[in-house]
């Protein structure tokens, strides 16, 4: 229930529709317990696409569980990242390829604009210690 009432939100925000009363349906939801669960989804996903798809991806993953984030927030970035994980699509990727990873692209971009002032330098610690231990540590060349 959790999963479609995110992303009508989300669809809802895209259109510039108000989606309030949908929040009113999950305000009694359990966050923490969620974003575990879809850890456990993301992370195939993420070693599938790669270091670099997957960073954007984290750095929701960590907003979503920050304790300042709002509900509406919340929202949105579980739903783009749900969307994003999930083999369902609006635009199908065994059908049309390229354009099916568009949309869940499309979905994390514009999700990710909204908060990505919330991205702190904590977050991205965090992000780049996930990554190290899923793609092995990357080292910076230094000139």
């Known amino acids: 229930m959790l999963t479609i009432i995110c992303i009508t939100a989300l669809a ?29 989804k993301l992370r195939p996903y993420a070693v599938k696409v790669g270091r670099a798809a997957a960073t954007p991806l984290l750095q ?22 749900v969307y994003t994980v999930l083999p369902m699509d609006l635009i199908p990727r065994r059908v049309y390829r390229l354009l099916g990873v568009l949309d869940d692209g499309a979905a994390v971009l514009f999700v990710y604009k909204k908060i990505k002032d919330k991205i702190t330098p904590e977050i991205m610690m965090k992000v780049e210690d996930t990554l190290n231990d899923w793609f092995g540590v990357e080292y910076e060349v230094v000139n």
């Open 12 to 40: 809802y925000f895209i259109m510039g529709k108000d989606f309030s009363p949908l929040l009113e349906k999950i305000k009694n939801t359990d966050w923490r317990a969620e974003t575990d669960k879809l850890f456990k």
């Open 60 to 81: 929701l993953w960590y907003v979503l569980r920050d304790a300042n984030t709002s509900t509406k927030d919340k929202v949105l970035i579980y739903a783009a990242l």
